[in-house]
């Protein structure tokens, strides 16, 4: 079974950047769409970016130009790289594996923009 860990997570700046990773226990190589999704306190868990195995991805409109996600198959491992962040980005990270509906989800990372 697939199993996800995610770091990268902290306090940071508005305007800066963090780098967030997901490490999958199994092989994702040419298997799973792979998501990152984030939840604000009080607010519902909502996409911020998938990326398929060939590497076409897409992303919610207020990430577009400010977040890029990535995959690594060979280190089993998904990447979000977050750019000008602000405040309203402030959120617990989560990643997600896709294979044909069967989901599985890390334990989240925290990230929390503020001055």
């Known amino acids: 079974q697939v199993q996800l860990v995610e770091s990268g997570g902290g306090l940071v700046q508005p305007g800066g950047s963090l780098r967030l990773s997901c490490a999958a226990s199994g092989s994702i190589l040419m298997r799973y769409v792979m998501g990152w999704y984030r939840q604000a306190p009080g607010a519902q868990r909502e996409l911020v970016a998938r990326?398929?195995?060939?590497?076409?991805?897409n992303y919610a409109d207020s990430m577009k130009g400010r977040f890029t996600i990535s995959r690594d198959n060979a280190k089993n491992t998904v990447y979000l790289q977050m750019n000008s962040l602000k405040p309203e980005d402030t959120a617990v990270y989560y990643c997600?594996?896709?294979?044909?509906?069967?989901?599985?989800w890390g334990q989240g990372t925290q990230v929390t923009v503020s001055s």
């Open positions: 997600n594996a896709d294979r044909s509906g069967i989901l599985y």
């Open positions: 990326i398929r195995s060939g590497g076409s991805t």
